[in-house]
Structures are given as C-alpha cells and as structure tokens.
C-alpha cells in the first residue's frame, strides 16, 4: 500500500515539474515572439515615414527599455 502511494506521489512530483519547466519555456517563447512582433511593427512603420515623421516616431523610443 505504502509503495503504491509513494509511486503516485513522485509521479505527480514529476508531473509538476514537467509542468513548471513547459510554462517557463512558454514564457520565454512569448517573450521572443512579443520582442519580434514589435521590431516588425517599428520597421514596417518607419518604412512609410519621411525624414521628419521618422524623427518624431523615433523620439519616444529612445526612452524605452527593452525588455527581456
């Protein structure tokens, strides 16, 4: 009896770390594609702008951290 819920018990241990690792990566994927999206977002913008539109677009990102 008592091997039996040691098995079920270290398996739900695993099942939960399994777990956390899966979210972390997750996370961590979001994190790339959101850096990825906002790059595309700033390049495709900056690509229809003149000089002057571009140096008032880029102004406020300059004070923005990247965040990682």
Do not use: G, N
Request: hydrophobic content about 55%.
């Amino acid at each position: 009896m008592l091997e039996s819920i040691d098995a079920l018990i270290a398996t739900i241990a695993v099942v939960l770390v399994l777990s956390l690792v899966v979210q972390a990566i997750q996370q961590i994927l979001k994190q790339l594609l959101c850096m990825k999206s906002a790059y595309m977002e700033r390049e495709l913008v900056m690509m229809f702008l003149d000089d002057e539109q571009i140096k008032e677009f880029i102004k406020p990102l300059k004070h923005q951290t990247p965040v990682w």
